[in-house]
């Protein structure tokens, strides 16, 4: 009998080219044609397993069946991760990376640097008022880019923000793309990188002093496992890995605005509103609106599942889009309701717009507090801090496309203060 002939496979010789077309909704397409969770089909020469849904999460990130080492491609490493990033790591090396990230983020420090963001997004009302238009997202990863070095002990220059910020966004918009905009995030983390190394430098060096328990200090004096310091680069890309994600936020904030618009009966709910109302709206953009479109590992330990044999070695990509609007996890799950939120029961695996398991033991992000964090602050300002107008513009977005936004990045005019 053939290798997995009890599951389906697509029939393409290759489906790269298919992939970058339907982008979001690649996985999600042939799970509902095959009628499974699970197929396979061929990716850059190699035979693939895709999968989807909230089992397939579980098995996803049982360390003994997968390791991340060898998962993500070259061209991912060479824009959003960094090479040889905590991304790419397993076991107890990754372990004691990861405790180092989540020292960073606790819930006192997510709420630290929220408030840092509200200040700043405060402080911008006085020029808004005067601008006859504002580009939410481009206000947004300029302010988080301010916040994000402000909070992590990084000296960065008024001049500087608009640049960093650009290179931090080129990063996170250049996985998905080929040709031009791809090597424009190339060229933005070969800067960035070459900037934060000469930060860690002067620190270690005693030219600038960092403060103890800064995302800054902990990066450039951190022991591996092993006892010994990370060299300049690879504490430069460990230190991208924190401020790059802030900065993203500004995609969720875009996202935020554009539901408020698109869902206007919720404005009043957050504008009386508690922090649980906040928190369930914040977390229902996040599962509605596109972000991540799926995650990759590779195969361990050879083992069995559904019929379908995991060979050591093979890569494995699990449909996080797909999984954040399976119907039999969220009822309807094309609909956008943050009340939904009020029954959910805080699975590790049915909710992972930044990925899934403990983020403790295993590879989901860090972050997820202070993503959260920010856009409630965010939301905040946005409904109670300022009235605008919203004229006539491109909201679309295209599921085509990975990463997506809408296309104008929510255009405001006509800004006052409240």
Known sequence: MALNEHIPHDKKLDNSLTLMQEGYLFISNRVERYHS???EARLMGQRVICMSGAQAAEIFYDDKKFQRKGAAPKRVQKTLFGENAIQSMDDDAHIHRKLLFISLMTPPQQERLASMVMEHWTA???????????????????????VACRWAGVPLKESEIKERADDFIAMVYAFGKVGPEHWKGRRARTRTEA??????????????????????????????????????????????????????????????????????????????????DYQRFAQE????????????????????????????????????????????????PNQ?????????????????????????????CPGEGITVEVMKKSLDFLVNKIDFEIPNQDLNYSLDEMPTLPKSGFIMSNIKGK
Request: aromatic letters at 12%.
């Open 37 to 39: 969770d699970i197929f």
């Open 124 to 146: 911008s009302i006085t020029e808004w008022q005067r601008a006859d238009m504002v580009v939410l997202f481009e206000e947004a990863k300029d302010i988080l880019c301010k």
């Open 195 to 276: 900037w934060i190394k000469g930060v860690i430098q002067d620190v270690r060096d005693g030219k600038l002093v960092a403060s103890e328990g800064s995302a800054l200090y902990e990066m450039a004096f951190y022991k591996k496992i092993d006892g010994s310091q990370l060299n300049t680069k690879m504490a430069a890309v460990e230190l991208i890995n924190v401020l790059r994600p802030i900065v993203a936020i500004a995609t969720f904030i875009t996202y935020s605005a554009l539901a408020l618009l698109e869902h206007p009966e919720n404005k009043d709910k957050l504008r009386y509103g508690t922090s649980e």
């Open 285 to 332: 953009v996040r599962r509605y609106y596109p972000f991540g479109p799926f995650l990759g590992a590779r195969v361990r330990n050879g083992f069995i599942w559904k019929d379908c044999k995991f060979k050591e070695g093979m890569l494995v990509l699990l449909d996080m889009y797909g999984t954040n609007h399976d119907a039999r996890l969220w009822d309807n």
């Open 336 to 364: 956008f309701r943050p009340d939904r939120f009020k029954e959910w029961q805080g699975s590790l695996f049915d909710f992972i717009p930044q990925g899934g398991g403990d983020p403790a033991k295993g590879h989901r």
